[in-house]
C-alpha cells in the first residue's frame, strides 16, 4: 500500500463542510465593510523582504525567526507575507493612493509566519483585513471600532469584549521607553531571556509578556497613558466619547502594548475566553508614521486584522451556524431517454427560478438508489423523471423532508410550482 503524501507541517487544508463557514462568515464580513466605504484590495503573496525588515522592524520575532524569506534566481530575497498591513501601505505608493487622497480598503488572505503549530494557529493562516489612510480624527478610529462591533452583533457573538489603549507618538514614546528600561533594569534578575533581549531593542514587548512568573512586576510597571503627549491624550478621550455615544462598550487596558514597530496612539483589541485561554480574535491601532518610513509623505493611517480560523472557531463557540447550503431539488432520471432530458430540465430550473440549487443524479443507477441518494443529499424535494413521465411531458414531485404524497406535474409549469415552494420554504 503506497504512503499518503503528506501536508507540510503548519499548513492545513479546509475541506468543504468548514469551507462553506468561512465563506459564509467572510461574505457577512465584506456585506459590512463594504457598507462603510471600503474597497477591495488583492496583493501579491510574496514581497521583497525588506518591506517588512523597514515596516515591522528587524528586531522582532517576526523578522528574526518566523518569515519564510528565499532568495529567487535574480539573488532578490523575497519573503512570503507575514500580515498585510505593510503591503497595503506598499501598493498605495506603488500606485500613488495616497496622493492628496483619502483611502477605505480591504484585503483578505493567507499570511506565512513559521511559528509553532497548534490548535487554531497554523504556520499558514488567513487574515481579513482593513485600513483607512489619510485620515487624522479619533472619528475613523472609532469608525473601524464600531463596524467591528457591529460583526459580532450580525453574527450573534457575544463572548467577546473590547479593550483600547494609546501608545502616544515617538516622542511620547521614548520618554515611555526610558522609563521602561529604568524599571526593568532594576529588577533585571527576574526577567526571563527573552524580556532580557528586549530590554535594549524593544522593551515595549516586554510587557506582552504571557510567563506566569513575571506576572506581578509585569503589572506594577510604569503605564504609557502618564507619558502621553496632549494631542494623543486628547485623541484618545475623543476616541472614547465617540465609543461611548454608539453604545459599544470598552476598557481601557494599559498594558496592551504593539510588537510591530510602526503603531502609534490608538492600539485596540477584541478578545475572548470562548477558545480556552484567552486571546484576541480581531486586533488593530494606527500607524501613522509608516508611510513615512517606507519613503512616502506623511500619511496618519490605522486598520485592524482579524484571524479567520479564531473567528471561525469563535462563531462556532457562541452556537453559530452558517445557513445550510443543502441542494433544494434532486433530479432522478430512469429509463431511455430521460438522462438527456434531465440534463436539459436541470439548466431550465437554473435559468427560470431564481437562486435554486439543483443537483442532478450522475453515474445512473436504479430507481431505488438514486432515491436512496436523493434523501442522502438532504433535498427538499425529488423530481422524479421515468419514461412514461417523459412520454406525458409531466414529472413526478415527492416532498422527501416532509409526509406529503408524491404528485405528478407539468413540465411546462414545474417553474412555477417550485418557485412557489421554494419561496414559501
Avoid at 477584541?270 to 484567552?278: E, H, K, P, R, S
Avoid at 438527456?340 to 436504479?366: C, M, T, Y
Wanted: aromatic residues 8%; contains cysteine; negative net charge.
Amino acid at each position: 500500500m503506497s504512503k499518503k503524501p503528506p501536508t507540510v507541517r503548519g499548513m492545513n487544508d479546509i475541506l468543504p463542510d468548514v469551507a462553506h463557514t468561512w465563506e459564509y462568515l467572510e461574505s457577512e464580513v465584506e456585506d459590512i465593510v463594504e457598507s462603510y466605504g471600503y474597497r477591495q484590495v488583492r496583493l501579491p503573496l510574496l514581497e521583497h523582504t525588506e518591506l517588512f525588515k523597514r515596516s515591522i522592524g528587524e528586531v522582532t520575532d517576526i523578522v528574526e525567526k518566523e518569515m519564510y524569506t528565499f532568495d529567487d534566481r535574480n539573488g532578490d530575497s523575497l519573503t512570503l507575507r507575514p500580515e498585510a498591513t505593510a503591503s497595503m501601505v506598499r501598493a498605495g505608493m506603488t500606485h500613488g493612493l495616497f496622493h492628496n487622497q483619502k483611502q477605505k480598503l480591504w484585503t483578505t488572505g493567507p499570511m506565512f509566519r513559521r511559528e509553532k503549530p497548534q490548535a487554531g494557529r497554523y504556520r499558514q493562516f488567513y487574515q481579513f483585513d482593513v485600513e483607512a489612510m489619510g485620515y487624522e480624527g479619533p472619528d475613523i478610529d472609532a469608525e473601524l471600532i464600531i463596524m467591528s462591533a457591529r460583526m459580532w452583533q450580525r453574527l450573534g457573538i457575544d463572548r467577546i469584549r473590547l479593550e483600547l489603549n494609546s501608545l502616544g507618538v515617538p516622542e511620547s514614546r521614548a520618554r515611555y521607553r526610558e522609563a521602561l528600561v529604568k524599571y526593568f533594569s532594576g529588577v533585571k534578575s527576574r526577567l526571563d531571556e527573552d524580556s532580557i533581549r528586549r530590554l535594549d531593542t524593544n522593551p515595549l514587548r516586554i510587557l506582552d509578556s504571557k510567563n506566569p512568573e513575571m506576572q506581578d512586576i509585569v503589572h506594577t510597571a510604569p503605564v504609557m497613558i502618564d507619558y502621553l503627549d496632549e494631542e494623543s491624550a486628547a485623541h484618545f478621550a475623543g476616541l472614547q466619547d465617540l465609543l461611548r455615544a454608539a453604545g459599544v462598550e470598552f476598557e481601557v487596558n494599559p498594558r496592551l502594548v504593539r510588537g510591530l514597530d510602526y503603531y502609534s496612539r490608538t492600539v485596540f483589541e477584541w478578545v475572548t475566553d470562548a477558545l480556552g485561554a484567552q486571546g484576541a480574535v480581531c486586533s488593530g491601532g494606527r500607524y501613522d508614521g509608516l508611510v513615512e518610513k517606507l519613503g512616502g509623505r506623511a500619511t496618519p493611517a490605522i486598520g485592524w486584522a482579524m484571524g479567520i480560523e479564531r473567528f471561525v472557531a469563535l462563531y462556532e463557540a457562541c452556537g453559530g451556524e452558517a445557513p445550510a447550503t443543502d441542494p433544494d431539488v434532486y433530479l432522478v432520471a430512469v429509463g431511455e431517454g430521460t438522462q438527456a432530458r434531465a440534463f436539459a430540465l436541470a439548466e431550465e430550473l437554473r435559468d427560470k427560478v431564481e437562486g435554486i440549487r439543483v443537483e442532478l443524479n450522475l453515474g445512473g443507477g436504479s430507481f431505488k438508489s438514486q432515491m436512496k441518494r436523493a434523501d442522502k443529499s438532504a433535498a427538499a424535494f425529488a423530481l422524479i423523471l421515468g419514461e412514461q413521465e417523459l412520454s406525458e411531458q409531466r414529472i413526478g414531485f415527492k416532498p422527501l423532508r416532509i409526509g406529503e404524497e408524491q404528485e405528478s406535474i407539468g413540465l411546462d409549469d414545474l417553474a412555477s410550482v417550485l418557485q412557489d415552494k421554494l419561496g414559501g420554504a
